[in-house]
């Protein structure tokens, strides 16, 4: 079933099986920007053994637990049902069936008049022990992208490639590297994490792990042949994790069959288990940074993972230079000088209570 909400400028649709964030259209400049991916099969082609959430593979959905688990790849906040709840105009709330790790999930969906933003959270009632989180955002950029994050203090690979045999991975696994313009390659070069694609027909997966020092988590892929920007916004206290995951023709196999292009994940999060190298450090520098490395839950009380993302026009095609808020304004701007400034509720990132980080081990199956 799919329910929609909006606004003035904003519209989106949500699909409670796998509670998927779709169909976000915003109007801008007077020009209409659809910013996100959506598989292209059908759902009797993808095969039974299969994660449940490929046969509707779309927009961005909460993935927790992150990876691989017992409810399939993503957990079953990615697989699962949820149920739309009463809520006020403009906002959609869901709830979804079934427990993880013992907590209640609600996902809440919000729109305002003339802010080309999507501001969601998702709250844990409850529960106990930890788990890997992450916003699953996949964005369409059949032109190639140019990237642009906030500062982060290193990029680093899985354990293991996603593809081997039955496909193919260009970077190399696991390799931890500070400059995101020199990413070590499998083939001993370098790729330039800032630039979409990175080769031909791959499959990739990559973290960035923030700076401590800042005080605004984003990341802006630029589309220059469609004119817009995609932006997505976090605490950096909360989710200190910007997950890139290329999917580019890089698989043979069904329901993949080296069709699908021109996916990029911007999948933002906690998640310590993908990191090849760090998760196998004691103290993992995350943890060593007092940063969260996992979502904690809260036997007695409610863990929030909140995040904004939208769409804007960005006719000059430049990269971003740099995103930052003053009160409730945020200012985009380019690497040659072009700068908008927009509408933004500040308070929807206000840092809930920071969660412990716990260390985790990666899991090789990783099937994304």
């Not at 003035?8 to 109007?27: A, D």
């Not at 499959?203 to 802006?220: C, H, K, N, Q």
Request: proline share 10%; glycine share 12%; net charge negative.
């Amino acid at each position: 079933m799919t329910h929609s909400i909006s606004a003035r400028g904003i519209s989106l649709e949500f699909q409670t099986r796998g509670g998927v964030l779709r169909g976000l259209s915003v109007t801008d400049e007077g020009a209409n920007i659809a910013p996100l991916h959506h598989a292209p099969w059908s759902p009797d082609e993808v095969p039974t053994d299969a994660p449940p959430h490929q046969r509707w593979l779309a927009g961005d959905f909460l993935a927790a637990p992150f990876g691989p688990g017992p409810d399939g790849l993503h957990g079953l906040a990615a697989n699962g049902d949820w149920q739309v709840v009463p809520s006020a105009p403009g906002t959609l709330r869901a709830v979804l069936q079934g427990a993880i790790g013992g907590a209640t999930v609600v996902k809440e969906l919000s729109l305002a008049d003339d802010h080309p933003f999507v501001y969601q959270r998702h709250l844990f009632i409850g529960g106990t022990g930890t788990l890997p989180v992450a916003n699953h955002a996949m964005i369409s950029v059949p032109n190639g992208a140019k990237l642009s994050f906030s500062r982060k203090r290193w990029w680093e690979t899985l354990a293991e490639p996603l593809e081997t045999t039955r496909g193919r991975s260009c970077l190399a696994y696991p390799r931890r590297a500070e400059d995101a313009a020199e990413f070590p390659a499998s083939d001993g070069g370098t790729v330039n994490l800032h630039r979409y694609p990175w080769g031909e027909r791959h499959e990739d997966f990559v973290a960035g792990i923030e700076d401590p020092a800042s005080r605004l988590g984003w990341t802006a892929v630029v589309r220059p042949e469609e004119g817009d920007l995609f932006l997505s916004l976090r605490d950096p206290a909360q989710l200190p994790m910007t997950m890139l995951w290329h999917s580019n023709g890089g698989r043979d196999y069904a329901p993949w069959n080296g069709r699908h292009t021109g996916c990029l994940g911007v999948e933002e999060g906690a998640a310590l288990p993908v990191l090849g190298l760090s998760s196998q450090e004691t103290p993992d520098p995350l943890t060593a940074a007092g940063q969260p490395a996992v979502l904690a839950l809260d036997p007695f009380g409610t863990r929030e993972v909140r995040h904004i993302l939208g769409a804007i026009r960005w006719p000059s095609g430049q990269s971003v230079a740099g995103v930052m808020l003053e009160g409730d304004e945020l200012t985009v701007t380019g690497d040659w000088g072009a700068e908008r400034k927009l509408p933004l509720r500040a308070s929807w990132l206000a840092p809930p209570t920071a969660a412990p980080a716990v260390s985790r081990k990666p899991s090789p199956d990783w099937d994304l």
